[in-house]
C-alpha cells in the first residue's frame, strides 16, 4: 500500500495535513488525476495544480507521496520550478555538490531567497519545519511584513514576522484555531497547497485517468485484517510506542471485538476505535486523514495514535475501554 506514515522512531508525531478549514469539504475521489495518492484528499486539486504548472512530476509514477516531510533541497526545487528561476551549475555552499538539487539549490540562493543553514552549508537532507517554509516564501515573494498577531504559538519565533506575512497573504490559515505550528515538518500534500495559494494556480480542467491496477494497488492494505483484534497488531504497531502496542490492542479489542465496521447504535462511534462521528471531520484532516472514511481501518487507528500523542490535552481518556 503506497499510504505513507511519518511515525519515526523517538519522534511519534502524526503531521496535520489541514491547512483548509476543519469545515472544508474534500474533493470525491473520482479515479481521475496525475496522482493516486491524493485522489480524494483536501489537498488534491492544489497538488493537480503544482503538475498541471510543470513543479512537480511526483515521488513516482502516479504517486504524490503526500505525506512524506519535505526536505529543503525539496524546497529549494519546488521554488526554483515555480518561480522559474536560472539554473548555475556553481556551488554557494560545502554540501550541496552531489545533491540532486544542487542546481535548484544555488537558484534560489542566487535569487536571496536562502542564505543556508550556517557555516557555508545548505544542509538538503533537512526537513523543513512550517516557520522555516514561511520564510523561504516570504523570501521568494517578496511579501511586505504582516499586520497583527495572527497565531498565539510563534510568538518570539525566529519566523514570526515572515508567518504574519504570508497569513496576510492568504496564502495560510493555519494549523488549527489561532495556531500556525510552526516547528511541525511541512509535508508534500502542504507544500502543494502553500504554493498554489502562494501563485493562484488553477488545477487543469481535465484529468487523467488512473490506471486500475494503480487504484488497486493504493487500495489494498498490507497488514492482516483477522480474524479478530489480534489480526490489526501490525497496524497497531505501525502507529502507537512500542510500551504502548499492548494496551492500544486492548483498547481496540474492547470498543470493537476488531471489527473495523463496528458501530454503536446509540452513541454512533466507528470503527476499530469507536471515533464520534461529528469530531472525524477535524479529528482526522488534523491527522493526515483528511477525505478518509472513518472506517477506514488505517485512519481510525492513526487518528487515535494521534489523539493520544497529539491532541491537545490528549491522552486515553477518550476511551472507556482504557
Known amino acids: 500500500m503506497k499510504m505513507k506514515t511519518v511515525w519515526g522512531l ?31 484528499s483536501v489537498h488534491e486539486l492544489d497538488v493537480a495544480a503544482l503538475w498541471g504548472a510543470g513543479v512537480t512530476a511526483g515521488c513516482e509514477e502516479w504517486f504524490y507521496c503526500p505525506d512524506e516531510p519535505v526536505s529543503r533541497g525539496e524546497m529549494a526545487a519546488f521554488l526554483a520550478r515555480a518561480l522559474e528561476l536560472p539554473r548555475s551549475p556553481d556551488s554557494s555552499f560545502v554540501d550541496t555538490a552531489g545533491s540532486q538539487f544542487g542546481a535548484d539549490i544555488e537558484a534560489i540562493a542566487d535569487a536571496g531567497i536562502t542564505a543556508g543553514c550556517g557555516d557555508g552549508e545548505y544542509c538538503p537532507a533537512g526537513e523543513v519545519t512550517r516557520g522555516q517554509m514561511a520564510s523561504f516564501l516570504a523570501r521568494a515573494l517578496g511579501l511586505p511584513p504582516g499586520e497583527g498577531n495572527p497565531f498565539a504559538d510563534d510568538d518570539g519565533n525566529i519566523h514570526e514576522a515572515d508567518i504574519a506575512a504570508i497569513a496576510a497573504a492568504g ?106 462521528p461529528r469530531y472525524w471531520p ?33 491522552g486515553w481518556k477518550h476511551w472507556v475501554c482504557k
Open 171 to 276: 496564502i495560510t490559515r493555519g494549523c488549527d484555531t489561532d495556531a500556525f505550528c510552526p516547528e511541525r515538518t511541512v509535508t508534500r500534500a502542504e507544500m502543494a497547497s502553500f504554493l498554489a495559494r502562494a501563485l493562484d494556480l488553477s488545477p487543469p480542467v481535465e484529468m487523467p485517468a488512473i490506471p486500475a491496477d494503480v487504484l488497486d494497488e493504493l487500495s489494498a492494505p498490507d497488514w492482516p485484517t483477522g480474524p479478530g483484534p489480534e489480526g490489526w497488531r501490525p497496524l497497531i504497531e505501525q502507529y502507537f510506542r512500542p510500551g504502548d502496542v499492548a494496551r492500544a490492542m486492548r483498547v481496540m479489542a474492547c470498543e470493537s471485538l476488531g471489527d473495523p465496521d463496528a458501530r454503536n447504535r446509540s452513541s454512533g462511534a466507528s470503527g476499530l476505535f469507536q471515533h464520534i
Open 282 to 314: 477535524e479529528r482526522s484532516a488534523s491527522a493526515g486523514f483528511g477525505g478518509h472514511s472513518i472506517f477506514d481501518p488505517e485512519a481510525n487507528v492513526g487518528v487515535a495514535a494521534w489523539m493520544i500523542y497529539e491532541y491537545p490535552g490528549g
Open 10 to 40: 523517538g519522534f511519534w508525531v502524526a503531521v496535520m495535513a489541514a491547512n483548509a478549514p476543519a469545515l472544508a469539504q474534500d474533493p470525491a475521489a473520482d479515479g481521475l488525476g496525475p496522482f493516486a495518492d491524493v485522489d480524494g
